[in-house]
């Protein structure tokens, strides 16, 4: 059985996400969405949330799994069995911090291998960062985002505005 891992911090999901999740769903046998722990980065929802929208957005695809982890991720591919690291890629930019994590991930575990999708054209410029900051600034991002989760996104981007304002 193939076994890939398609690692993000997933905050939200988005249209991209899942364009590669559908992809390489098609590629191999069981494919884990791995909801990844990031010290560095403030998450706007949490792990538990992450999670649950992964699970609905993947609902239709009988070979996805959703899990999550929070140390390295070599590590978590060899205690699952998995063969392959799926990661996409939107612009050249991204390719030089990828390849140089695939090597990183190469040596801590000689028989994983990474491979890289590209996002399709009408995702080469989305990532969860450039949603949060377009909603935040009352942006349309329903064609971002899947319809599944845009709600509650919303819903949290109000939130934290109101909170903001609170603040003041």
């Known amino acids: ?16 996400h899942l364009n590669i999740i559908e992809r ?5 046998d069981r494919l884990i969405v791995c909801v990844m722990v990031n010290a560095e980065k403030r ?9 649950a929208f992964l699970h609905s957005v ?3 695809l009988p070979n996805v799994e959703i899990d999550s982890f929070g140390g390295l991720l070599a ?8 063969c392959t690291i799926i990661k996409g890629l939107r612009a050249g930019s991204d390719f030089e911090k990828e390849f140089q994590m695939a090597m ?3 040596k801590l575990n ?7 999708l590209t ?11 450039a949603v949060k900051e377009l909603a935040s600034y009352g942006a349309d991002v329903s064609e971002l985002l899947p319809p599944q989760i845009l709600q509650q996104f919303q819903q949290r981007i109000r939130n934290n505005s109101d909170n903001k304002e609170n603040e003041k």
């Open 75 to 82: 590590a978590y591919a060899k205690e699952h069995g998995c």
């Open 24 to 28: 390489a769903a098609k590629l191999f």
């Open 1 to 16: 059985m193939r076994i890939a891992v398609y690692p993000g911090s997933f905050d939200p999901v988005t249209n991209g």
């Open 43 to 51: 998450a706007l929802f949490s792990l538990e949330e992450r999670e």
């Open 104 to 106: 990183i991930n190469r």
């Open 110 to 116: 000689p028989e994983l291998e990474s491979l890289f």
């Open 58 to 60: 993947c609902a239709h």
């Open 119 to 129: 996002a399709e054209h009408q995702y080469m410029y989305l990532s969860s960062s």
